[in-house]
C-alpha cells in the first residue's frame, strides 16, 4: 500500500500503489527533436512551410473530438457539429506556433468546491489507463450518474481547488474521455492544472462564470478570447486566456500528440 499526502486539504487518504503513465516516451521525443533539428539545422524560431514569409502550404484542418468550431474571417470554413472540434492555421508567432481558433459550446453540470482527484477519477480504477475504461468511472465518487447525464461537448463548472488530491493523470484523462468540452472553475491545484493540457483536457479559470451561470446553462467559450457566454441569458465572462503554444496542444489532443506531430513533421 502507498500513502499519499493530500496538501490541498490537510488531510491524507490511503489508496493501492499504481503504474504511471510511461511519460518517459515524452523525454524520448523531446531527444529525438532536438537531434533532428540539430542535424538539420533547424533553429526554434525558423518560418516552417506555410508559415508567413516561408513559403510552402499547409495541410486543411484537423478534426478532434470535443466542442463546436465557428470560422472567423480569414481562417479556413469547415462544417462542424456540436462536439467536434476542429482547427484553422493561420501562420505563426514564433515560426513554430499556429494559430488555433476554438468556439466550444456545451452544458453545464455544476459541483462544489475542493473536487478531489479521488472524486473525479477513483483509486479503485487506477490498475487500467484505457481512457474508454476511465471514462465509464469520471466524477463517480462526487456525483454516480454523471456518465449517464454527460454529453459530448459539456462542461463542467466547480468551485474552488477542482483538481486537488493526488497528481494522477488518470483523472483529467477521465474526463476528456468521457468527452467534456472543458471545465470552468475560480482555481485549480497547481498539479492538476499541468496535467489536463498535457492529456488534451481545456480548463478555464473564471470565478465570476463559476459563482454565477447555473447547472443545465448552455455555454458558447471562446478559448482564444477566453470569453464565456451564458446563451439563455446573453451574459459573458470573462476567462483567463489560454496562450496560443497552449491552445495548439489542446488541438493536438495533448503533449505526447503534439510532440508526436511535430516529430512525424521534420
Do not use: W
Amino acid at each position: 500500500m502507498a500513502t499519499q499526502i493530500n496538501y490541498g486539504q490537510g488531510k491524507m487518504s490511503r489508496y493501492p500503489a499504481h503504474k504511471p503513465l510511461e511519460f518517459c516516451q515524452f523525454f524520448r521525443l523531446i531527444l529525438l527533436i532536438r537531434l533532428k533539428n540539430h542535424n538539420s539545422g533547424t533553429e526554434a524560431g525558423r518560418p516552417e512551410a506555410g508559415d508567413p514569409g516561408g513559403g510552402g502550404s499547409r495541410a486543411a484542418p484537423a478534426k478532434i473530438f470535443q466542442g463546436t468550431y465557428r470560422p472567423k474571417a480569414g481562417t479556413l470554413e469547415k462544417q462542424s457539429r456540436r462536439g467536434d472540434l476542429a482547427v484553422a492555421p493561420t501562420g505563426t508567432l514564433t515560426g513554430r506556433l499556429r494559430k488555433v481558433v476554438m468556439i466550444l459550446t456545451g452544458k453545464v453540470h455544476r459541483f462544489g468546491e475542493d473536487i478531489n482527484t479521488d472524486e473525479i477519477l477513483p483509486a479503485r480504477y487506477l490498475n487500467t489507463s484505457d481512457p474508454a475504461e476511465l471514462a465509464k468511472h469520471a466524477m463517480e465518487d462526487a456525483d454516480p450518474e454523471f456518465v449517464r447525464k454527460v454529453k459530448p461537448g459539456d462542461f463542467i463548472i466547480a468551485g474552488k481547488n477542482f483538481g486537488c488530491g493526488s497528481s494522477r493523470e488518470h483523472a483529467p484523462v477521465a474526463l476528456k474521455a468521457v468527452g467534456l468540452s472543458g471545465v470552468i472553475a475560480p482555481s485549480f491545484a497547481r498539479i492538476f492544472y499541468r496535467n489536463a493540457f498535457n492529456m488534451g483536457l481545456a480548463i478555464f479559470e473564471s470565478p465570476e462564470a463559476a459563482a454565477e451561470i447555473a447547472a443545465g446553462a448552455e455555454l458558447s467559450l471562446e478559448v482564444d478570447s477566453g470569453i464565456i457566454t451564458d446563451l439563455a441569458t446573453g451574459k459573458k465572462y470573462q476567462s483567463q486566456p489560454i496562450p496560443p503554444f497552449m491552445q495548439e496542444l489542446l488541438a493536438d489532443g495533448g503533449l505526447m500528440a503534439h510532440l508526436k506531430k511535430q516529430l512525424e513533421a521534420k
